[in-house]
């Protein structure tokens, strides 16, 4: 169970930046995005994240999933567990798979596991009680993974 820090001293934005700057290098950017209703991207190959606010922490998160998917030494394992592959036990697969693409904001086929991982650890990472009300069988994987 991952221990969440005390409400009376609430997490700032700038710490968890920082601690995603150490983690992934300096390449977080945030500035003005084209788009309408666009708060950030992730730009692959540079590994680059993009956010319209600086300290814009759900969105922060949600690229930083994509980050994980395809510029973390365990990227092959993200992929997997976005599709509930990395189950412990069998009987899961299809239900993590399923709890993931809940989270998606599209219905787009080829998008609908990636967006749904992103969403699930922007959840996860500021709203764990959420998360763990929504997807109990995917939390507890992502913590055993």
């Known amino acids: 169970m991952v221990k969440l820090p005390d409400t009376d001293k609430p997490q700032r934005s700038e710490g968890i930046r920082t601690l995603m700057i150490t983690i992934i290098g300096t390449r977080i950017y945030s500035n003005k995005i084209r788009g309408q209703g ?6 692959s190959p540079p590994g680059e994240l993009r956010t319209a606010r600086h300290d814009d922490v759900e969105v922060m998160a ?3 999933a994509h980050w994980m ?6 990227q092959g394992v993200w992929k997997r567990f976005q599709e509930g592959e990395t189950a412990a036990d069998p009987a899961d ?6 709890q993931i693409a809940s989270f998606s904001y599209t219905d787009d ?3 609908v596991q990636s967006e749904g991982f992103a969403e699930f650890l922007r959840v ?4 764990y009680d959420v998360a763990s009300e929504i997807a109990p069988e995917t939390v ?3 913590e055993r993974v």
């Not at 697969?93 to 399923?98: D, L, N």
């Not at 996860?124 to 709203?127: D, F, G, K, S």
Request: glycine share 6%; net charge negative; aromatic share 16%.
């Open 140 to 142: 507890a994987e992502f």
């Open 38 to 43: 666009v708060a950030g991207f992730y730009r």
């Open 93 to 98: 697969v299809e239900t993590i798979g399923a």
């Open 62 to 64: 949600h690229e930083f």
């Open 124 to 127: 996860y990472l500021t709203q």
């Open 109 to 111: 086929v080829q998008l």
């Open 69 to 74: 998917q395809n510029h973390s030494s365990q």
